[in-house]
């Protein structure tokens, strides 16, 4: 069974409209954490936002939140007021075991945002 | 701070050739990721070194592939011989070692991968 599952193979959204990208995780561990990362056109990972399962409080980074609900399992990626350099892919991962330093990353497919002008 | 660098970018081979990938993490990080992104599917976890040791090496998909982190330094990553469903984006990350932010996240730094085409 996937550990993460995005939906969404592709977004679309305009200029300055805030757009919901979908991230569903499956786990037993109870500490645990969940990720974003942006992917452009040039190929880099660049880390975006973190959650851990214990913190109270959704995670906002500048025009990033996550909206994290534990009970359904969901950690979706809010990006608010939208620009054209935010068109990329944009994978959700998680790690579990957080009581150890290194555990690996699961990722998702990924989902491609196309931001319009 | 220099971050993870990985080389070369791009490697085209033919089939049964032998190709090896590079990976500098960043200073001082003990933890060394590998991952592979094969087209049109999710980014899988190859291996695992923390220093020089492996770690977690359940993501290898077979015996053609080897990994060494000669030192606790840089890691290579050999294919041989390579196969058509090798082709993908192999990534490198870095992260801090144990003892250093455990029970935090950890960031795991990505570097910019390699695309290896196997024709």
């Given amino acids: 069974a996937q550990k993460i599952t995005q939906t969404q193979p592709g977004m679309f959204v305009q200029e300055k409209e805030a757009v919901t990208l979908d991230c569903t995780y499956d786990t037993s561990d109870q500490s645990y954490g969940l990720f974003w990362y942006k992917q452009p056109s040039s190929g880099e990972m660049i880390f975006l936002i973190y959650q851990g399962s214990y913190d109270e409080q959704n995670a906002t980074e500048g025009r990033y939140s996550l909206n994290f609900q534990k009970a359904r399992k969901s950690a979706n990626l809010v990006i608010s007021a939208s620009q054209l350099g935010d068109s990329a892919m944009y994978f959700c991962a998680m790690r579990e075991g957080l009581s150890q330093a290194g555990t690996a990353l699961i990722f998702g497919k990924g989902t491609t945002l196309s931001v319009s002008s | ?119």
């Fill in chain 2, 1 to 119: 701070e220099a971050g993870v660098t990985q080389f070369p970018s791009h490697s085209v081979i033919e089939k049964g050739q032998t190709v090896t990938l590079r990976c500098d993490p960043i200073s001082g990080h003990d933890n060394l990721y590998w991952y592979r992104r094969v087209m049109g599917k999710e980014i899988k976890f190859l291996l695992h070194f923390v220093k020089e040791s492996k770690q977690d090496e359940s993501g290898m998909p077979n015996n053609r592939f080897l990994a060494e982190r000669t030192g606790g330094t840089y890691s290579t990553l050999k294919v041989q011989p390579a196969e058509l469903e090798d082709s993908g984006v192999y990534f490198c990350a870095s992260s801090q070692g144990l003892g250093d932010h455990v029970g935090s996240y950890n960031e795991q730094f990505f570097g910019p991968g390699t695309r290896l085409t196997v024709l």
